[in-house]
């Protein structure tokens, strides 16, 4: 099984700030099969990014994706006010189970 | 517009057994995995298993082999899960997610549904 470790627990900044999360896989993710989601209160996960990378439609350009193997960043550029949530990276792209990191936290400073 | 709209909230014994639903539409139904994640209360994301609905080969998590069943009826474009035995630490919000193979991304998911076990 694939152990996603996420970093920091809780990221806090103020509107506009840049943020960088990170996701560290306990072994290399196959193809990048890497994908980052963004949970708020009471609601289901939003789809951000996939293939480490590639953005999901309709998710603004300040969000972006990078890394590879074992190593995974998500940035956003400049925070706007609805940014402020829990976001997960997940692996999909090996055998069962597939896996979802503990989550980062971006709150308002 | 694709839309999974999941049934409502069930309060369960220990021991007792839930089957949660999830209906989908907006697009062909047999096309796309549909798979069940758990979310208990201020934790991750938790998979639980996928079905492919055009043929229904299904696939769990190891650690809910034989307690937990999921189905689909093509009639209704309706997945299923089912969990048995359950215990407290089932308590959680469970939720239904598509993707496009059993190897990709969930790119919809189901509002979720909250499960309580509590004697």
């Known amino acids: 099984e694939i152990v996603l470790t996420q970093s920091p627990g809780t990221l806090s900044l103020s509107p506009g700030e840049r943020a960088t999360l990170s996701c560290r896989a306990s072994?290399?993710?196959?193809?990048?099969?890497l994908a980052w989601y963004q949970q708020k209160p009471g609601q289901a996960p939003r789809l951000l990014i996939y293939?480490?990378?590639s953005r999901a439609t309709g998710i603004p350009d300040r969000f972006s994706g990078s890394g590879s193997e074992t190593d995974f960043t998500l940035t956003i550029s400049r925070l706007e006010p609805e940014d402020f949530a829990v976001y997960y990276c997940q692996q999909y792209g090996s055998s069962p189970p597939l896996t979802f990191g503990g989550g980062t936290k971006v709150e308002i400073k | 517009q694709v839309q999974l709209v999941q049934s409502g909230a069930e309060v369960k014994k220990p021991g007792a057994s839930v089957k949660v639903s999830c209906k989908a539409s907006?697009?062909?139904?047999?096309?796309?995995?549909i798979h069940w994640v758990r979310q208990a209360p201020g934790q991750s994301l938790e998979w639980m298993g996928w079905?492919?609905?055009?043929?229904?080969?299904?696939k769990y998590s190891q650690k809910f082999q034989g307690r937990v069943t999921i189905t689909r009826d093509t009639s209704a474009s309706t997945a299923y899960m089912d969990l048995s035995s359950l215990r407290s630490e089932d308590t959680a919000v469970y939720f239904c997610?598509?993707?496009?193979?059993?190897?990709?991304?969930?790119?919809?998911w189901g509002q979720g549904s909250l499960v309580t076990v509590s004697s």
């Open positions: 293939g480490a990378s």
């Open positions: 997610a598509r993707s496009y193979t059993t190897s990709s991304e969930f790119d919809y």
């Open positions: 072994q290399s993710v196959s193809s990048s099969y």
């Open positions: 907006g697009y062909t139904f047999a096309s796309y995995a």
């Open positions: 079905i492919i609905p055009g043929n229904g080969d299904t």
